[in-house]
């Protein structure tokens, strides 16, 4: 995390000035590293604008990959089974906050992917994206263990039986001689 954001600083120490009065964009996305069936995952979009003007009309489209469902969004925006979207103005230095929450709904995937992106002209070129995976585990209650826990304990039960089986055959063998 700490070198992320000293690499992030340096990174952005060395990018050249905007010209005077454009928009430099940022954007990031976050959220968990891992997650299972089931579980909501609240994403966190964070875009700014680090240039020297403001910029109007930001179109920010969050994309719903498959193996999640989404949920809500904060604040409310146009949402359908693929996307969610976001109309912002942001002033020079001015950053703005998304969040979206979406579940998961299907553990078929390894990964979970999202990518945001903001554009100013509907349908234009992103002028910035960012994107967050998450791994997909499977949960307790899927696990192999738990699925076949009869025949694990059926099992454990039987090999217990035939340990105390053979020891007391044992224990009788050595007091008949």
Not at 69 to 77: K, T, V
Not at 81 to 94: F, H
Request: glycine content about 6%; aromatic content about 4%; hydrophobic content about 50%.
């Amino acid at each position: 995390m700490i070198a992320t954001a000293v690499l992030s600083a340096v990174l952005l120490a060395a990018l050249p000035a905007p010209a005077e009065g454009q928009p430099r964009l940022s954007i990031s996305v976050d959220n968990t590293a891992a997650a299972i069936t089931g579980e909501r995952l609240t994403y966190t979009v964070v875009l700014r604008n680090l240039g020297t003007a403001a910029v109007d009309g930001l179109a920010l489209t969050q994309s719903v990959p498959s193996g999640l469902r989404f949920d809500a969004a904060e604040p409310s925006g146009t949402a359908d089974a693929a996307a969610v979207e976001w109309s912002v103005d942001l002033a020079a230095g001015g950053e703005a906050v998304f969040r979206s929450t979406m579940t998961v709904v299907g553990d078929e995937r390894a990964r979970v992917a999202t990518i945001a992106c903001a554009r100013t002209v509907q349908d234009g070129p992103p002028l910035v994206c960012a994107s967050h995976s998450a791994r997909v585990v499977a949960a307790a209650a899927d696990s192999w263990v738990t699925r076949n826990r009869w025949y694990v304990a059926a099992g454990l039960l039987a090999a217990a039986g035939v340990a105390l089986f053979a020891r007391r055959r044992q224990s009788a063998r050595e007091e008949n001689d």
